[in-house]
């Protein structure tokens, strides 16, 4: 490798790792604030299946969160 390849090839890798270190700090933020919203929240499939149910939905339904996931919500 020359040395200025080496060197813009270490630059993409800190890129990277910077681009994945912000995603993960992103996705614990958001995660944060579904897992500790009052609201109900609710991802869906473009069929129906539930994907994913916020543990909100004890509270507000009875459901545990992982009950339902896989069931079409329009069922």
Do not use: C, W
Request: glycine content about 4%; overall charge negative.
């Amino acid at each position: 490798f020359e040395p200025m390849h080496l060197i813009a090839r270490i630059a993409r890798l800190l890129e990277r790792k910077k681009a994945r270190d912000l995603l993960a700090e992103s996705e614990k933020y958001y995660r944060s604030l579904i897992e500790n919203v009052t609201d109900l929240v609710s991802i869906l499939a473009l069929d129906g299946t539930i994907l994913y149910e916020s543990p909100s939905i004890q509270e507000i339904l009875g459901y545990q969160p992982d009950e339902l996931l896989g069931k079409n919500a329009f069922d």
